[in-house]
């Protein structure tokens, strides 16, 4: 871990001053965390298609829909928490539709045109008030239309595109609803015809996005100049998609790239600031005619059809929540001088998103422990590490992971150490029975990793973590060999030996411990105290496995495999770390 002295701070703070003062270095504007892993959550009740869902107060609306191509559209009105991750029932829509369009105003819910049987589209509007859930009607809009999507900037709904039933064409139409006067105003056509597209809005913007008949292209609308842009294609042309903002960016999401063809899980992330589109992990279930939208930073989508023809009802609830590492405070995938700069603007303050040592929950000040902990992520891009157990917390039976989704359970009852760690607290082992289990975090034989920790004390034999076997066979990735303590890997499939270090690791001592496994060159390298100790002088093939880590025993829990001692600060990396950058960590 990377210390800095006082002089050394004040001349950074400085020199880095003196750079913003001329405008040299801009910074980015602050957001809150978002997410790059899918997770599965409560089904809604109504499995449906063609709804539409909107955000008041953290909770989601799903509203309307259609269950069956042939059958009677949908009223239902079905609130989501994703806190508690329960669905509830509210008052049903007066006018039952499908592909219709929601957005809010005001705290109040604008359910906006669609279908209300087969092929019949209609002009209702009907606003819904969740503080008393009932609803009201409110003035048509001037064009009868389904498959729109609707976007609002500055309180006023942009109702735009659709699709003409039964004619079946699609409306380059734009109008524009004002709650406040109940009121429609049409203007300026978009250049491009759409229907089954999606709209999202950042900075003032609309962001007209696939559907039509030219399903990848993007083209924006400032309602401030009434002027319409053409931007980057996306990659997969989609219609039936539904698109989200988190943290500046728009996620295209499932879809079809045209009528009858294959349904589509992926996700596409548009960067309006560079005009690029960026390939994101597929959503779980593949469908189209869902609906999305953001609570907290996380993507939930809702529903859908898995196929085009029959539509075929679904009642999935995925999340997507973006990983990323703590003092990328900008959240743009990496911790470089904007963060650095992000963090220097809220010196000495209690900025909750710039406070984030000790880990997890940072202590009311942004202070050289922050610059620290910054400071040991330098350069990296929140792909390069899947993991980071801080081990600062003063109680509970949870070691969070600061940077992935595999927060720890302890077993055992080691005891928090808040003040005794090599950077802020450590956990303490007691050699008997104490542990940490996580979920799965990394298959050894699938790509090359790198994993770290820092321990004091322990006894040769005993292990610092282990993988447990899942479908393959775990491994003692790092332990104290038992005759001497010295640190030892056996990370290998069978007939290969183990890596052994002359480094004895229990003598007492804070210790800073690595393995490196490089799978193109199929070498094992061990680390201590930030120096490279040994290496394979020939390769050894790793070993699959999809099971959980254990911190502090062996993969069998056998009594002698059980650390005494503290282990500190684990991390681990999705590729080769350098001997620079080991040494760095070690500091
Ligand atoms: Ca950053
Ligand atoms: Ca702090
Ligand atoms: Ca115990
Ligand atoms: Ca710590």
Same mark, same amino acid.
């Given at each position: 871990?990377? $210390? ?34 899918? &997770? ?13 869902? *909107? ?17 009677? %559209?949908? *009223?239902?009105?079905?609130? !989501? ?15 039952? $539709? ?11 819910? !604008? ?5 209300? *049987? ?14 008393? +859930? ?8 001037? &064009? /009868? ?6 976007? #609002? ?23 524009? !609803? ?10 300026? +056509? ?73 349904? =589509? ?35 939930? @989508? ?18 997507? /929540? ?16 904007? +963060? ?32 620290? %902990? ?7 891009? #929140? /792909? ?9 917390? &003063?109680?509970?039976? #949870? ?76 491994? $003692?990735? %790092? ?6 303590? $010295? ?27 690595? =393995? ?8 094992? !390298? ?22 959980? %880590? ?5 993969? &069998?829990?056998?009594?002698? *495999? ?20 080991? @040494? /760095?960590?070690?500091?």
């Amino acid at each position: 871990m990377k $210390r800095l002295n006082c002089t050394k701070i004040s001349n950074f703070v400085w020199i880095l001053t003196i750079l913003m003062l001329c405008g040299v270095l801009n910074t980015a504007p602050m957001a809150l965390a978002a997410g790059d892993i899918w &997770t599965t959550r409560a089904d809604m009740p109504t499995p449906r298609f063609g709804l539409s869902v *909107s955000v008041v107060d953290g909770k989601i609306y799903a509203i309307g829909g259609g269950r069956d191509p042939f059958a009677a %559209l949908l *009223s239902q009105v079905e609130a !989501y928490d994703p806190v508690t991750n329960t669905w509830t029932k509210k008052a049903d829509m007066p006018t039952r $539709r499908c592909f219709l369009s929601t957005s809010v105003v005001d705290g109040k819910i !604008y359910a906006i045109g669609g279908d209300t *049987s087969a092929n019949q589209d209609t002009s209702t509007v009907e606003e819904y008030d969740p503080a008393t +859930d009932t609803w009201t009607r409110k003035a048509d809009m001037p &064009t /009868e239309r389904c498959l729109l999507s609707t976007s #609002v900037v500055n309180g006023k709904i942009y109702a735009i595109g659709g699709w003409k039933d039964p004619e079946n064409f699609p409306f380059a139409v734009v109008e524009v !609803y004002d709650p406040s006067t109940d009121t429609w105003t049409r203007i300026a +056509d978009m250049p491009q015809a759409r229907g089954a597209h999606s709209t999202s809005v950042i900075d003032g913007k609309i962001y007209v996005i696939g559907g039509g008949t030219s399903r990848s292209t993007v083209e924006v609308y400032d309602p401030a100049t009434e002027s319409w842009t053409a931007k980057a294609d996306m990659p997969t042309a989609k219609e039936y998609l539904s698109t989200c903002v988190v943290n500046g960016k728009i996620y295209a999401i499932g879809g079809i790239p045209h009528s009858g063809s294959l349904v =589509l899980s992926t996700v596409e992330q548009y960067n309006p600031a560079t005009d690029t589109w960026t390939a994101k992990p597929d959503m779980p279930t593949a469908r189209l005619m869902f609906s999305a939208s953001v609570v907290n930073g996380k993507i939930y @989508a809702i529903g859908g059809s898995v196929q085009y023809w029959p539509w075929t009802p679904c009642s999935a609830v995925e999340e997507y /929540e973006l990983r990323f590492i703590p003092a990328d405070f900008d959240r743009d995938g990496a911790v470089d001088i904007k +963060d650095l700069l992000i963090l220097i603007e809220n010196w000495g303050r209690n900025e909750l998103l710039v406070d984030i040592a000790p880990l997890p929950f940072g202590d009311g000040i942004v202070d050289v422990l922050d610059l620290e %902990l910054l400071m040991s992520y330098w350069g990296l891009k #929140v /792909e390069d590490i899947l993991g980071h157990w801080a081990l600062d917390e &003063t109680e509970g039976i #949870v070691a969070q992971d600061s940077i992935g989704l595999n927060n720890g359970t302890l077993h055992g009852e080691p005891v928090w150490q808040p003040t005794d760690g090599k950077f802020a607290g450590a956990l303490e082992f007691d050699g008997i029975d104490d542990y940490i289990e996580t979920d799965f975090v990394l298959d050894p034989g699938a790509g090359s990793f790198s994993v770290f920790a820092w321990v004091k004390g322990g006894s040769p034999g005993q292990v610092i973590i282990s993988q447990t076997d899942g479908t393959g066979q775990g491994t $003692r990735w %790092l332990w104290a060999d038992s005759s001497y303590g $010295r640190l030892i890997t056996r990370l290998m499939h069978p007939p290969f030996d183990p890596l052994l270090s002359e480094s004895v690791i229990t003598d007492g001592q804070w210790h800073h411990i690595g =393995l490196v496994y490089d799978i193109i060159g199929l070498y094992r !390298y061990l680390y201590v105290d930030g120096a490279q100790v040994v290496k394979d002088t020939n390769f050894v093939a790793g070993v699959d496995s999809n099971g959980g %880590l254990y911190i502090g025993a062996d993969k &069998t829990l056998d009594a002698a *495999s059980f650390f005494s001692g503290l282990i500190d600060d684990v991390r681990i990396y999705n590729r080769v770390l350098s001997t620079e950058e080991v @040494a /760095e960590l070690a500091r």
